[in-house]
Every structure is written in C-alpha cells, then in structure tokens.
C-alpha cells in the first residue's frame, strides 16, 4: 500500500472512514473527528497528524501561516450591489417573493413534472434500483421556465427555437437586473460593463439532437445553441455590453467564481459596471439517472441540512443575477441605491483530497481565512454565514469542522464583553441545490440577511446530525442554526452603528471552492425598496411564448406556438403526414385509414388533457 496515496482510493469507503476514526481515537486516547480522513487522505498525513497531536508539534509546516485570521488588507476595495433579480423554484419572481418563501421556512421539493418527462416510464428503462428510482424521482423546478419572449431581445422565433433555455434564461434574468440597477437598454448601449457568467453545457433535448423535438433538418442556429461561450457572448451581444465576457463551468461554485473574476475586473480597472448571472435548468431525466446511480440524491426528495436524516441532496434550477459597480461611485450617486457591498473574494482548489469529488475541511479553512483577509475583515466581526450545506451525512460535518476551525476561538474570547454566537444557514433546505446557480442563491440570501437583519430558518432541522454535533463541541463552537426565523443583530451582539457582516460559500465536487465576504450597505446609500416588489418575467415581457425544448409527449404531437398562452399551458396538433401514415399501412381498409379509439385517449393523455 502506497502510504502517500488516498485511503479512499485505495478502496476505504465512508464507513469504514467512520470506524477508522473510532479506532484510532481509542488507540491514541485522542480527541478526533469523524472525518478526519477527509482532511487527512493517506496513511502519512495521518501520521503527521496524529504525531503533532499527541507531542504538540507540526511536522509539516502549517500552511494556514499562509492564511492568517486577521490579518489587514493595504489595499481592500469595496463593490456594490445595486441591482439584483432571480427565478427559483415555489414561484419566486425576484428578491422580495424569495425572501417571502425562506422566512416562512417553505420548501419547494416536488416530483417530476410530467410536462418534463414521464419520469416512471423514462427510469423502468434505464436499469435502476429501487432506491436509485426513489433517488431520481424529485426535484426543485421553476414554472414556465420554457416561455420566451424572443422578438423583446431582438432574436427571431426560429433562432428562439434552437436556443438552449438557459440562454433565453440569462437574457431575461440580465435585464431584470439592469432594469432594477436603473438602467435602460438604450444606456446600456457601449456601455463597458464585464458579463460574468456561472453556465453549463444545458443537456437540454433541443440541443441533444432533432429526433428528440421533431425536428428532421438541422437548423442554421443549431452552432450557437448550446454552447456556454455563446450564453456569456449573447448576453454582451444584446445589450452591447463592451467589457469582458467569460463563461464559469467549476460545478457547484460556478456562480461565486464568475463573482471571484467579476471583482478582479473590477480592481483592475477592465470595466466599469460587472453583470454576474448564473443558471441552472433540469431538462435532462439521464443526469438524474446518473446521480442517482452515484448515491448522490435523496431518496426523500429534501437537502436535510445539519440534520440526523441527511442522505444526499435535492437538484433545484433558477437563474439569478446581480450587478455591481465600485462602492465610491455608487455611494455618491443618488440614483444607485445600494443592496449591500462585496467586501472580498476567495477562489482555491482542495487539491489532493481523499478523492476528486471529497470535500477537503482543511481546505475550505484556508479558503475563509483568505477571504476575510482580502476583505479586511476580523473573524470577529462575522455575523452569518450562508453555508454550502447539501444536506449529505460526511460534507455537512466537513463543514462545521472548517467553520469551527475558522470562527470558533472569536466566538469563546473571554476578553469580550457581550455573548454572541455565529448564525449559519443554507438555502439548499428551502430550494434545493441549485448547482451552476447555488453560489448566486446564496449570495442572494445572504445579502438579504443584512438587509433585513433576519435570518430564515434552516428548513427541515429536527435532530441535529451527530458528527455536525461533534465538531461543534469539540471545538466548543457557539453557533446557532436557526429553525425560525431570527433576529441577527441579537445574536450577534452588534448594535445599530456597526454594520452587519456575512459571509456565502460555495464548493465545486471537482474541488474548485469559493468564499465571498458581504456587508450591509451604509445607512446614507442604503436599498429602501427591497421588498416593495420588482418586475417580474410575465410583466415585463408581454409576448412569451412557450417554446418546444424535449420531445413531444406522443410520437403523433406536434406543438402549437401561439403568442400569449403562457398561462395556459401548451397546446397540441396532430398532423398525419405521408411517413407517419406508412406506420398504418395494417390499419389502411377501402383507402382510409381506421385509427383506434385508443390512440385519442393516448394522446390526450400525454397532452394532459
């Protein structure tokens, strides 16, 4: 056995991580995690580890030196978020109606609509267990997410119709978002404003192939349908946005990477205005099957966040956007309301974890620690931390063991006056794991946490899961995991002068993690309108239509495009043309065709009438 080789790798699976632990705290009389193999992958990082533990030394220099807690900044800037907008799951139009759906405790989680896929007929195909059906049968959708209003962007029907969904998303979503900034298309105009972008390939039927839509020519617009470069390139396109454009496909943390380089434009001076949008649609039934397979969903259909019963997480879509511009400049502008500043960024690999896609605690440790330093921000002076927390038995403890390791120590300083614990939540328990767009709906929240200076409750937290238990009083970590909503400013002991501070992470399963710093907005700028109601999609853009994105629902539908039936559903013809009569050539008596009754009760069926 290599001793410098992941024990993981070499056929240690969770299980037995857990009873590794146990025997090794037994062995040494030593305090220890259940996941230290996580943090520790071979047998001579283990070593290391349990050596300096119990001869109170380092073998290897600490790499969080690297990393410092509270070191200054010099050079610190500050970026404002002057316009937001967002698409979730449980009808959420924009911030208001999402903050309306986490403080009432909502979740969203519901099976697969049958107007995506017939989900039982797709799985009894594709070989699974039980479980694994169970796995691939929820999800967290938004409605109409297939409407679009094509002639409002300047794009034609036939285009509109080759166009991946997510980039008819991140057109919509884009302009809600400069619209609620201020600006207009015409200002937009030259405008050089860099368009950051959190996408994937979206796997979606249109661009899978024609015999999946009816379609039986490829279309000229077929080269730019699906391609993440073309999301980002549309969107600067058509609002002609003359900054940088760059695509971010880092997984889960793909939102909080575009925001990572969004800022660094920033600073560097590249642009003046920076769009970062991000998206993530569930169109295609055989990444379920696939992530089902890898035990990575839950079979009950809910991110059980911090809880006893977690077991995988629930996949979630939506789009989400904000826009941001130097603080100094907005801060003296009286038509740029602000919502909250970026303070600071941190982007890093957990490099070689106990496997490609295992969290790496010591990891994220390093990552917080840097984003408070860039951010000049003390540990002391965080109030809430919006988690990645999927709601899986191992990553949730990995977690609150960096947390502890970052923010544990301030937390207990016998040199403060006042109590105060830190709050952390996790949107995931409401929404789901939004994937490519998870790092934007947190950072959503946690903006509107300083806002309202609320936090919403951790959905679903019933019996705290044992190993988040453990490392929170290993380290005796004070840390409150709200079950209704709370008021942050009790918790965290700051009074009405001193700002509220929080801080969103987001964890790529290839390893690229992120950690992004916030802080309320100054009272002389500060967003008075937060919850008064902005533009939705259906408001703004009066000509939706419902376009075709999978295959039909009977091999004898075809779908009606008509303009204004976004609210009725979608609506079907049958056309018998001269290749689909010669599959009826048996049913051809005196030159017509007799078809069976049983084929119309087919059809209306799977058009769900």
Not at 41 to 48: A, E, G
Not at 444 to 449: C, R, T
């Amino acid at each position: 056995l290599d001793h410098s080789a992941s024990l993981m790798d070499a056929g240690l699976h969770s299980f037995q991580i857990a009873e590794l632990s146990i025997l090794l705290r037994s062995q040494f009389d030593l305090i220890l995690p259940s996941t230290i193999v996580f943090n520790h992958p071979s047998i001579n990082d283990l070593t290391d580890h349990i050596y300096s533990k119990l001869y109170n030394t380092d073998i290897k220099k600490d790499m969080s030196e690297n990393y410092a807690i509270n070191d200054r900044y010099a050079d610190a800037s500050e970026w404002s978020v002057i316009g937001m907008s967002c698409r979730f799951p449980g009808s959420v139009s924009g911030p208001d109606s999402f903050w309306d759906l986490m403080s009432a405790g909502k979740k969203t989680s519901t099976g697969i609509p049958y107007d995506r896929w017939d989900n039982e007929a797709l799985l009894a195909g594709m070989g699974l267990s039980k479980e694994e059906s169970m796995r691939a049968s929820y999800g967290s959708f938004v409605t109409d997410m297939e409407s679009f209003d094509a002639g409002f962007f300047g794009i034609s029907l036939a285009e509109a119709k080759s166009m991946d969904p997510q980039q008819r998303a991140l057109l919509e979503c884009t302009y809600l978002a400069f619209n609620d900034a201020g600006y207009t298309m015409e200002g937009l105009r030259g405008l050089n404003c860099g368009v950051f972008v959190g996408v994937a390939f979206g796997g979606s039927a249109t661009t899978r192939g024609h015999e999946m839509t009816g379609m039986e020519e490829t279309s000229v617009y077929d080269a730019t349908s699906s391609s993440p470069s073309i999301a980002a390139g549309r969107i600067s396109y058509v609002f002609d946005l003359e900054g940088p454009n760059s695509a971010y496909d880092t997984a889960c943390s793909s939102s909080l990477v575009a925001l990572h380089a969004a800022v660094s434009s920033l600073e560097r001076g590249e642009c003046k205005v920076a769009l970062v949008v991000a998206v993530n649609q569930l169109f295609d039934a055989s990444v379920f099957a696939a992530f089902a397979k890898a035990g990575m969903l839950s079979p009950s259909g809910h991110c059980h966040t911090w809880d006893a019963s977690a077991n995988g997480y629930l996949r979630g879509e939506g789009c989400g956007a904000i826009v941001l511009e130097a603080f100094e400049s907005s801060s003296s502008s009286s038509s740029a309301d602000v919502y909250a500043t970026i303070l600071g960024t941190s982007v890093m690999s957990d490099g070689k974890s106990a496997s490609i896609t295992a969290p790496n605690g010591l990891a994220q440790e390093r990552l917080i620690r840097q984003a408070l330093k860039v951010s000049n921000i003390r540990t002391d002076e965080v109030d809430y931390i919006e988690a990645h927390g999927t709601g899986t038995a191992l990553g949730d403890p990995i977690e609150m063991e960096a947390l502890a390791g970052v923010f544990a120590a301030s937390m207990n300083d016998s040199s403060s006056t006042s109590s105060r614990s830190l709050l952390v939540g996790s949107v995931k328990s409401n929404i789901g794991h939004l994937e490519m767009a998870a790092g934007m709906a947190g950072l959503i929240k946690a903006i509107l946490v300083v806002c309202e200076e609320s936090v919403p409750p951790n959905v679903g937290l019933e019996k705290l899961n044992p190993r988040v238990e453990e490392s929170i009083a290993s380290h005796d970590f004070s840390v409150e995991l709200p079950t209704v909503l709370s008021a942050l400013r009790e918790t965290s002991g700051k009074d009405e002068s001193e700002l509220l501070v929080a801080g969103v992470s987001s964890f790529g399963y290839a390893g690229t993690i992120a950690h992004v710093v916030v802080r309320q907005a100054p009272e002389m700028c500060r967003r008075r309108d937060i919850m008064s109601g902005g533009a939705s999609a259906s408001s703004v853009f009066p000509n939706r239509v419902k376009l075709a994105w999978m295959m039909p629902p009977h091999p004898l539908l075809q779908q009606v495009e008509t303009l204004g039936i976004a609210s009725r559903g979608v609506e079907y013809m049958t056309v018998f043309h001269e290749k689909l009569m010669s599959l009826y050539n048996d049913h051809v008596i005196g030159g017509r065709c007799l078809f069976p009754g049983a084929g119309f009760v087919e059809m209306g069926l799977a058009a769900g009438a």
